[in-house]
């Protein structure tokens, strides 16, 4: 943790490496007794509460997500096993924040919920582009509710993820609209994955929605992004798909290469999905986070659809 | 240790857990930086060949409708038969998962919504299923003609008689603007007031709002701003959204070159 740090900082961080402690001797006493003895599957609350207290946000709500895994799925173990090691990695880190470069000490840090200082991000470089918002999802989190946009840089030609909060039946500020370009000027969150953006202001401008690409190219991007930060839940992309494949409750989509791959979306959503199929080019945008794709819109040769 | 190792050891438990979470979130990030397709088979489905509608740019706006102002659907449904185009495709899931609701003309489906149907039990069943049989009252009622309902509709507004209103208002749709004007001064008449009138102008509000003639939604904007109604009124709440949709409805078929 850099010297430079205030009383106050030192004194949260502190907290929050108690809080970290905790969580991972919870985790060891999980896995010493086995998944096996449901009893050990219990406590996640408590475990969310006390990083509340600690004020690591980002380590409550990862400990709240790992406790909804349980019984989500015929091989909800899998996922479960997953999540838990990358947790204990995450806890792992942050007690020894200061062995890893400061791109990386940074992304650590707003991971487990230290938010960065407005008046450090302020002073970053700002970027202007159009932008075209083509992936949109909204997440409840207690009395938030949380929207997740991604928009692709016309010039930049890169993603770029912006998050905003709002208290349920208030409007989001600023309210990005999925299927909306905008002329923004952004500022980039500070870290080594360089995915999250802020909006320091913006202007509607029609949409020109991104060409899609073959899967392999989302796969790789997202390995780059795990290779710069371990813990990225997950990239945005859109791929061109020939057509969809049902197995059971799960769906694959090929892309024009012949690739399959799992793809997710509401109910009625991947149904919109199967009524475009057959047209000239079907695009899907949406977000991979190396299990499942999760689709939010598509592009056909009539236009762009939310699903 | 792969996968297959960490999990067993997770099930049963480890005396070294510190080092089996870390293995289990190592190759977490390695199984998912190196996801590889192993699915392999052909495109499910083989849609029939037949062009978009020309209404697609109207999907969003159907879907917006289907769930939040069902009663503007009917006026969708007719601009769309005039035209002779099938519903966009990307609102036929909510359609079909509403259809037994809905009762669109199964001709409006079109090949492709016919098609999608097929693919899920309750669509399947919705679009084969003989609607059921009609009252003898509403039959009746159906067999007069638009004028002659309208002039009963009009005796009872007049007369006050708010059952009989009850009953017969919701059938009546597509109404003339002579007749749409009798509807809108009766509001004006009684939308500040507390009478059963009133209470069943205010209920059928949305259907009133989605069934004057369109060359009357004009006049509802003036007369609700005449009656100095709040906009928490419950026929002002009800009036706006509706009459917003028909503008952007009727904008959109304007459009259109002349068939």
Known sequence: MAS?????????????AEGAEAGRAWLEVMFRSGLGSGSVLEGFSDLEKRMVDSQA????????????????????????????????????SFLRLDSFPEAMQQEIMRTVGITVDSRVLNALPIQEDLWDLVVQREFKEGRLVARRSWCYGRSSQRWVCVQHYRIVNQPFEPNLMLGQGYRMALTM??????????????????????????????????????????????????????????????????????????????????????????????????????????????????????? | ??????????????????????????????????????????????????PASPAEPLSDLIRYAIAKLPEVLPEVFRLLEARGFPLPWGCLPEILENYSSLRPNSELLGDRGL????????????????????????????????????HHLAEMLKDQRVEDLSVYFKLHRDWSQ??????????????????????????????????IHYSSVEVADQLLY??????????????FPILSVRRRLHKFFLSLPKK
Request: charged share 25%; glycine share 8%; hydrophobic share 40%.
């Open chain 1, 189 to 307: 969150y500070p870290g080594s994955a360089q995915t999250r953006a802020a909006v320091k202001s913006y202007e509607r401008v029609e949409l020109v929605p991104p060409l899609g690409g073959c899967f392999d190219d989302t796969a790789k991007e997202y390995a780059d992004l795990l290779g710069r930060f371990p813990w990225a839940e997950q990239i945005a992309g859109s791929v061109c798909i020939n057509g969809l494949v049902q197995e059971g409750d799960r769906w694959y989509a090929q892309d024009l290469e012949g690739t399959w791959f799992p793809v997710k979306a509401d109910p009625l959503g991947i149904w919109r999905v199967v009524a475009y199929s057959g047209s000239k080019r079907v695009t899907l945008f949406g977000e991979w986070d190396g299990r499942e794709f999760y689709a939010s819109s598509v592009g056909t040769e009539s236009g762009f659809v939310g699903l």
């Open chain 2, 178 to 211: 002579e007749f749409s004007e009798v509807v809108l001064e009766s509001v004006l008449e009684h939308i500040n007031r507390a009478s059963p009138i009133a209470e069943l102008l205010c209920k059928f509000a949305p259907h009133v709002a989605a069934n």
């Open chain 1, 57 to 92: 946000a980002g380590l409550a709500r990862k400990f709240r997500l790992l406790g909804e895994l349980r019984n989500t799925s015929a091989d909800w173990q899998d996922r479960f096993v997953e999540e838990a090691g990358l947790l204990y990695l995450l806890l792992d």
């Open chain 2, 115 to 150: 098609w999608l149907s097929q693919f899920v039990p309750k669509w399947k069943k919705a679009v084969a299923k003989e609607q059921g049989a009609v009252p003898a009252w509403e039959v009746k009622w159906r067999a007069q003609s638009p004028q002659q309902r309208e």
């Open chain 1, 4 to 16: 430079s740090d205030s009383p106050t900082r030192k004194r949260r961080l502190k907290r929050i």
């Open chain 2, 226 to 239: 005449a009656s100095h109604a709040s906009p928490q009124h419950p026929i002002a709440k009800a009036w």
């Open chain 2, 1 to 50: 240790m792969n996968w297959a190792e960490i999990m067993s050891a997770s099930a049963v438990g480890s005396s070294e857990p510190a080092k089996l979470l870390r293995a289990a979130g190592k190759e977490a990030i390695r199984r998912k930086a190196g996801y590889r397709a192993s699915q392999t088979g052909t495109v499910a489905f083989s849609p029939p060949s037949e």
